[in-house]
């Protein structure tokens, strides 16, 4: 054997090697679920592999040698040439899959429908650019995501419908309430008044009157029970004198029944819609109620600013604090859900700020509501 036999066999093996890798490569290409499409510099196609003929309807033979843009809506076929070229000399894409807006493509029977895309480039043996895009149909991936967000849009606004109806039924019975129980008891104590006067003037050590004494005393707490319960159902306040009105009597009604020193700082006249003032109100009530129930705090600061184009609320108290993490696995907060969306159905933000042993903020920013005259 002489010297150069090892050498000849190298070179007799390395063409073997690289036709072997070209065979995988054009195997992988073949069985790829993905449709791939080469074109070269001047957009026409130069390979179109058995997925992409099975995307489009269209043989491999009849796609080569045509221009890419034949595949493609006449809407996108400029800004899809575009791409190529600045693709070209900057190598930078932004179609990458996955990650770019929905592109659409056109069958052989002129159906259009969305794909996902990357693009890429390389270089043949002899320096010429080859264009590669690798893209699948995402149909059904599209009509998931569609449901998906009308289903959203409609539980969106099956909750705004429902908060508004809980909104009129509580408005409803109140009034009820203090119209009709409220005015009933109102006249069987003045009724009570009348026959325990008459008793008096018959028999003023009659026993019957500490039995009458007995029950003034409680029709008065049946009344102060269902005045509690209809302000808290829906203050009439709120209705009469505004949102500063209501937050000022919500207030001295917490101070009063829990024990808190709650400061509150709201303008003269705030310029809100009766559908604000409901959900701030109810916002401001629902942050009261966590805080008495979760914070063990023993000071609350309510303000409501009101500037040129938003108003901004904040309650903050000096409470426990909170980590973030759900106070009970077996419930979720429905409390901070209701405020969440009210703060939708308002289109506002909604900043919550804690840490556990320094207390709680909450702080609502939502856009002024301008009137038809204004």
């Not at 908060?163 to 409803?172: D, H, N, Q």
């Not at 102060?224 to 505004?242: F, H, K, M, N, T």
Request: overall charge negative.
């Amino acid at each position: 054997m002489t010297q150069d036999t090892p050498l000849r066999n190298d070179a007799t093996h390395l063409p073997a090697q690289i036709s072997g890798n070209e065979a995988c490569l054009a195997a992988i290409v073949r069985t790829s679920m993905e449709a791939i499409i080469s074109i070269d510099e001047q957009h026409q196609i130069v390979l179109f592999n058995p997925m992409a003929e099975a995307l489009f309807g269209i043989p491999a033979l009849e796609a080569i040698g045509k221009p890419l843009n034949f595949l493609l809506p006449e809407r996108f076929r400029s800004t899809h040439t575009q791409h190529v070229r600045r693709f070209a000399v900057t190598g930078v894409s932004d179609r990458q899959m996955g990650l770019q807006r929905t592109l659409y493509a056109l069958r052989r029977d002129g159906t259009e429908f969305p794909i996902e895309a990357s693009i890429s480039q390389t270089s043949d043996g002899e320096d010429r650019k080859l264009f590669t895009v690798m893209l699948r149909d995402i149909t059904e991936r599209v009509r998931a995501e569609a449901a998906l967000r009308h289903s959203r849009e409609e539980l969106q606004a099956l909750s705004a419908s429902i908060l508004v109806s809980r909104e009129e039924e509580k408005r409803r019975v109140a009034r009820e309430l203090h119209d009709d129980i409220g005015q009933r008891l109102s006249a069987l104590k003045m009724d009570l008044a009348m026959l325990e006067s008459e008793l008096r003037e018959v028999d003023t050590a009659s026993p019957y009157l500490s039995r009458a004494a007995a029950m003034h005393s409680g029709i008065d707490a049946a009344i102060a029970a269902v005045r509690q319960i209809s302000s808290d159902l829906r203050p009439a306040l709120l209705d009469e004198l505004g949102l500063a009105a209501a937050l000022d009597w919500l207030s001295k009604d917490f101070a009063r029944r829990y024990g808190l020193t709650i400061d509150l700082a709201t303008p003269d006249h705030l310029d809100v819609s009766e559908h604000e003032a409901t959900a701030v109100f109810r916002i401001v009530q629902e942050a009261l109620n966590n805080v008495v129930l979760h914070a063990q705090a023993n000071r609350v600061w309510i303000a409501l600013d009101q500037h040129p184009k938003e108003l901004v609320l904040r309650v903050r108290d000096n409470g426990n604090g909170w980590d973030g993490a759900p106070r009970d696995s077996t419930r979720r907060s429905f409390g901070l859900l209701g405020i969440r969306e009210r703060t939708r159905l308002l289109g506002g933000s909604l900043v919550l700020t804690h840490a556990p042993g320094q207390g709680f903020e909450l702080c609502l920013r939502f856009p002024v509501h301008v009137t038809e005259a204004e």
